[in-house]
């Protein structure tokens, strides 16, 4: 190494511990550093600049691990969120992490080859928390009891799935999954699941015991990964997503049985069904209840009325 360029890292080295020191400080108090914009915006410039100059020196895992930080910070500074322990242990880790990077430089003995694989063991939880970030501030986060919240409605269904189905008993979940929704109305993932569970919920044709263990196990799961910042993880599983569509074939028809006596036609009692309401839950019930050729002569039944 040029004595020129050794100067350069000696500089970057110094620059690097005042960033870092500025960084260890706004640990101290997290939550406040987030709340003010210049607080924040100090650790995002002192994570970009690590950054920028370890690009520019050819220090790979210093440049991997400050943009994760930077990253993190940039939004933060526009979109402040509750800090949780969560927040706190990783930032932690990464920052930590970043300072030992720097010691190694400063002793001379830094090798990018040697320092990726540490890096690669916080890049999953920076980004993971960096999704969490992002999740919290585009005001489609959730509270901070949500797996508790969740975890009491679930266990109202356990009573009424432990009962025989009815449509009443049908409608009831229905009305528990339209309020497990209201717990994150602007999380698109925990939406389609609790959709894709009352679809299933609503479909007469799904007992009870089937579905339980899939809607219990799911919505529980669902709300876990939500929590910890892994949203983009929640999709309905292939076997839920059935139950809320199929509709098994009906029976073949028994063998025609001898002609009886002619008697007066009696009336045909029509199929009923438990329509809740509101125009989304009476939604899921009509497509859990009808065909879907039934389901295009009802769409033209409506779309007439709506004109009138």
Known sequence: MGSDNAQVVKFFILEANEHLDAMDEALKDLQATVEDYESCNTVYRAAHTIKGGAAMLGFESIRRLSLLLENCFKYLREHPIP???????????????LR???????????????LSGRVDEVDGPLTDLYDYIKT??????????????VMTGLKQMVVLFKQPPSPAGRQKLVQIC??????AEKCQPWQAMVTTASGAIANPRVGFAPLAPHILK????????IAAGRESSVVPSATLQKLA??????????????????????????????????????????????????LMELAKYLAMAARQ
Do not use: H
């Not at 800090?83 to 992490?97: A, E, H, P, S, V």
């Not at 799911?218 to 990964?225: M, N």
């Open 83 to 97: 800090m949780n322990d969560r927040c706190q242990r990783d930032f932690t880790t990464g920052i930590t992490l």
């Open 100 to 114: 030992s990077f720097i010691k190694v430089l400063e002793d001379g003995t830094y090798d990018d080859a040697n």
């Open 136 to 149: 919290e501030g585009s005001d489609g986060g959730v509270p901070a009891d949500f797996v508790a919240k």
């Open 178 to 183: 339209d309020q497990l929704g209201k717990l």
């Open 218 to 225: 799911e919505l529980k799961q669902a709300s876990e990964l």
């Open 245 to 294: 569509v199929a509709i098994p074939a009906a029976p073949a028809p028994a063998p025609a049985a001898p002609p009886a006596p002619a008697a007066a036609p009696a009336a045909a009692t029509p199929k009923q069904i438990t329509i809740p309401l509101d125009p989304k839950g009476a939604a899921r019930a009509i497509i859990g209840s009808f065909r879907k050729d039934q």
